[in-house]
Antibody, heavy 120, light 115 residues
Framework: QLQLQESGPGLVKPSETLSLTCTVS??????????WGWIRQPPGKGLEWIGS???????YYNPSLKSRVTISVDTSKNQFSLKLSSVTAADTAVYYC????????????WGQGTLVTVSS | DIVMTQSPDSLAVSLGERATINCKSS????????????LAWYQQKPGQPPKLLIY???TRESGVPDRFSGSGSGTDFTLTISSLQAEDVAVYYC???????????FGQGTKLEIK
């Protein structure tokens, strides 16, 4: 059964870089049938797609975040990662990783999410 | 960018009654080449990630109870719960996956409670 697990610091200082990793188990991140995405949800608010990556390394970013986002993949570790630079309090959110279909991009499988707070 | 707008923002329905949530997209999400609407619905309970309920606007995900149904086409869509159960209390989101895949955008969410 496919499982995704986010990991990384729960507290980041303003202006620094948020870094998270998603570890995939029960399936290969190298499958050509899927993208691997990051989605966030500020406390009490809605869902925002941050970006996605294909196993080949092709990346797709939300235009509103593109200048600050880097997503990478490590197929040897079955992991993909998110870096968000120059964070502010507005970046405080639960960050989810999720698998997306490559034929149609819905997400059936999600991590449990990790809360990242931006505060000094 | 396609903007998704849900109505109402919150809804209280009695157990066993019908619940209806609406979703409107700022442009059509119907892809003419395959006649499919690139619209999904998710359910999110507190402390949990979203759960896919419906895709292609009306195709129920495996394991989702048949009291959940989706309808609509083009820019206007509806999620209906035919007979509300206590476990259906959640926030519901519509999502378009039409524009710039694999990117997608969500509606603001509709909070469903028991009356």
């Amino acid at each position: 059964q496919l499982q995704l697990q986010e990991s990384g610091p729960g507290l980041v200082k303003p202006s620094e870089t948020l870094s998270l990793t998603c570890t995939v188990s029960g399936g290969s991140i190298s499958s050509s049938s899927y993208y691997w995405g990051w989605i966030r949800q500020p406390p009490g608010k809605g869902l925002e797609w941050i970006g996605s990556i294909y196993y080949s390394g092709s990346t797709y970013y939300n235009p509103s975040l593109k200048s600050r986002v880097t997503i990478s993949v490590d197929t040897s570790k079955n992991q993909f990662s998110l870096k968000l630079s120059s964070v502010t309090a507005a970046d405080t959110a639960v960050y989810y990783c999720a698998r997306q279909g490559s034929d149609y991009a819905v997400s059936r499988h999600w991590g449990q999410g990790t809360l990242v707070t931006v505060s000094s | 960018d396609i903007v998704m707008t849900q109505s109402p923002d919150s809804l209280a329905v009695s157990l066993g009654e019908r619940a209806t949530i609406n979703c409107k997209s700022s442009q059509s999400v119907l892809y003419s080449s395959n006649n499919k609407n690139y619209l999904a619905w998710y359910q999110q309970k507190p402390g949990q990630p979203p759960k896919l309920l419906i895709y292609w606007a009306s195709t129920r995900e495996s394991g989702v109870p048949d009291r959940f149904s989706g309808s609509g086409s083009g820019t206007d869509f509806t999620l209906t719960i035919s007979s509300l159960q206590a476990e259906d209390v959640a926030v519901y989101y519509c999502q378009q996956y039409y524009s710039t895949p694999p990117g997608y955008t969500f509606g603001q969410g509709t909070k469903l409670e028991i009356k």
